[in-house]
């Protein structure tokens, strides 16, 4: 398929060329999703934007907008042939209802660098702040009423407040993956343990890494329950994940790779 025809594909399913690209020279097309609010459908078109020629695939992925006018994948991106493109739309849109929500504002929830699910608008830090600060009122405000004067607390209780906090840090785990690895899926709970491994039911081969720790992977085979959506794109995780219970990470077949923690 020409250019022309690539683009006069995406006219006609309502998709409007952006004046630029942050990540990289192709021209980026985009529309709003047909019913979820403040969500868009971004297509990657492959066609370079200095020499007007498809140098790849079309990579098809929903955006949700947040407060701050950035936009946040809620969906992993998709690659596909032209003959495939509409479909690979029209199944991107049908994501967008397994997407989780933020019971707090409502807004959609995505995968951050850091390997955790959060809250597109970034609502826990105001949401945990006006709580923290209206709980420190109230004991305040008790403390005078009943005539107690504020008292220091000893330096022994704030050693170990520090120390159960330290306890508490999250850990980061990377692994070197590489494209040609095949690989699977291994599925485990919050503190890494009780891992579950779907070799034997999802199949795929890493096609592309990126410097940030995405990963494209083609999957060729998925008889588990697991949506795609839901398969992991990155080579790094992190635990505790105290958004998600369950966390999945790639487990590679082809040769002998260990998580490792940074």
Known sequence: MSVVQRKAMLKAEGFFP??????????????????????RVVVDSGIDSKTGKVVGKVGVKLCFVNR??????????????????????????????FVKTCKHCKAKKFTAKSGNVV?????????????????????????????????KKPKK???KKS??????????????ILPGDLVTVEEFGGDDKKVISFEGSVLGIVTQTYGEGTVTVNWTANTSSLQEWQLPWTASYTIPNRLDPVSR??????RKVEWERQ
């Open 68 to 97: 701050q006018k950035s936009w946040r994948a809620i969906t992993t991106q998709m690659f596909t042939t032209n003959t495939g493109l509409v479909k690979t739309i029209k199944t991107q849109e049908a994501a967008e209802k």
């Open 157 to 159: 209780t704030v050693a």
């Open 163 to 176: 120390q159960k906090k330290s306890q508490k840090k999250s850990q980061k785990f990377v692994a070197k």
């Open 119 to 151: 809250c597109a608008n970034a609502c826990w830090s105001n949401w945990s702040g006006k709580k923290k600060s209206e709980n420190n009122t109230k004991k305040k405000s008790q403390k005078i009423v009943a005539g107690n004067p504020p008292q």
């Open 249 to 254: 990470r790639l487990k590679v077949l082809s």
């Open 18 to 39: 952006h004046k630029k690209n942050p990540v990289g020279t192709t021209i980026i097309y985009s529309r709003k999703h047909p019913s979820a609010q403040f969500v």
